[in-house]
């Protein structure tokens, strides 16, 4: 039998295939460990919540806009003994990065909670005026 040779573009081609494959397949294998990682991590903050006398404890709960547009999830909603609501991301890992919806949604979050306490603070003062010397 003779020599048999590929041309040189084919073999770059089909090197460059497996050595994307392979790291595919190793992408895909951390994204599984990661997942699997931080569902057991979810496990523990939600339990560690519900010891901590917070009622009302879910999970995976989806937040939309009030305009419909876009929305996200947060992993763990719970209310506090005083009724206030509230919304955890659990990450398990100290490099694990917000998704971009999430970002948006909790800047949103914040901001309408910071106005509803001016709201609320507002109301309070109106309601129990003070001497103007205390």
């Known amino acids: 039998m003779g020599t048999f040779l590929l041309p040189t573009?084919?073999?770059?081609t089909i090197i460059a295939n497996e050595f994307k494959n392979v790291i595919i397949g190793?992408?895909?294998?951390?994204?599984?460990k990661n997942a699997a990682k931080g569902a057991a991590?979810?496990?523990?903050?939600?339990?560690?919540?519900?010891?901590?006398?917070?009622?009302?404890?879910v999970e995976q709960v989806t937040i939309k806009a009030n305009n419909g547009v876009g929305k996200t999830k947060m992993d763990v909603v719970s209310r506090t003994e005083s009724?206030?609501?509230?919304?955890r991301e659990v990450k398990?890992?100290?490099?694990?990065?917000?998704?971009?919806?999430?970002?948006?949604?909790?800047?949103?979050?914040?901001?309408?909670?910071?106005q509803l306490l001016e709201?609320?603070?507002?109301?309070?003062?109106?309601?129990?005026?003070?001497?103007?010397?205390?």
């Not at 398990?92 to 910071?114: C, D, F, G, H, M």
């Open 92 to 114: 398990a890992s100290e490099t694990a990065p917000l998704r971009p919806n999430q970002k948006r949604y909790i800047r949103v979050l914040l901001k309408v909670a910071a």
């Open 26 to 32: 190793q992408v895909e294998k951390q994204i599984t």
């Open 41 to 57: 991590f979810e496990k523990v903050v939600v339990n560690d919540v519900v010891k901590s006398g917070e009622k009302n404890v």
């Open 119 to 134: 709201r609320e603070s507002q109301a309070f003062l109106e309601e129990h005026r003070f001497p103007q010397q205390l």
């Open 9 to 12: 573009a084919k073999v770059e």
């Open 83 to 87: 009724g206030a609501v509230k919304l």
